[in-house]
């Protein structure tokens, strides 16, 4: 008998491009994660659609309707848990997650940020990196910690720069990248290849560097 496939619960806030690129991913039969459920603390993502149209269970879990951070994030942990999952994806979730939250997750939860971490954490990663005369940029696949978009790497992308490029080019150069990356290091973890243990993030037993994995544009 095949082993079952690893359980994922994915969070969302908004569009849900990266969640639509692991849908594809699994559904070509590259990836052996299987998304239990899509749970997003707006009612108008339209990730939510997204994942209906591919006959994905939805949830809606309003922030607003909590009085604070902490009784939102007991709520999301019941309804995340209601699903058993092995690993929790998020995918544009717009929440900064209590400390019990993550240390609930430790290990099996991930996150993807458009900059090349330890660069350019927190909002306006694109303007940011212009301003500052960048010649590269690119996303970055993290197991979360307590530290805000530090914890440590799987995997980034890198993209190049170039003359005239304004943030809305750099973002859909960085996008495209998160839509690779997002699905790999799912998959790497999927299959057991990735894992965090107190040294760091490995992939296939050997502890990753502080950058994680690296893909440049031209590899495949
Ligand atoms: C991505 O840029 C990701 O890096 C950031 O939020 C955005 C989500 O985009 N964490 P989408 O909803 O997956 O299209």
Known sequence: ????ACKVVVLISGS??????????????????????VISNRGDAYGLQRAQAA??????LDHKAFSDRESFDRALIEAIDGFDPQLVVLAGFMRIL?????????GRLLNIHPS???KYKGLHTHQRALADGEHEHGCSVH?????L?????VVQAVVPITQGDTPDDLAQRVHAQEHRIYPLAVR???????????????????LLAASGKVLHPLDT
Do not use: C, K
């Not at 008998?1 to 079952?4: F, H, I």
């Not at 491009?17 to 459920?37: F, R, T, V």
């Not at 006959?55 to 809606?60: A, N």
């Not at 209590?98 to 430790?106: A, I």
């Open 143 to 147: 197991f979360v910690t307590e530290e």
């Open 98 to 106: 209590s400390g019990d939250f993550v240390r609930h997750y430790q």
């Open 1 to 4: 008998m095949p082993a079952a």
């Open 16 to 37: 849900g491009s990266n969640l639509q690129a692991l849908i594809d991913n699994i559904a070509a039969g590259e990836n052996p994660a299987n998304i239990a459920a």
């Open 116 to 118: 090349l971490l330890p």
């Open 188 to 206: 790497w973890f999927a299959e057991g290849r990735v894992r965090l243990n107190e040294q760091g993030a490995s992939l296939d037993g050997q």
């Open 55 to 60: 006959g994905i269970t939805t949830r809606v």
């Open 149 to 153: 978009d530090g914890g440590p790497l």
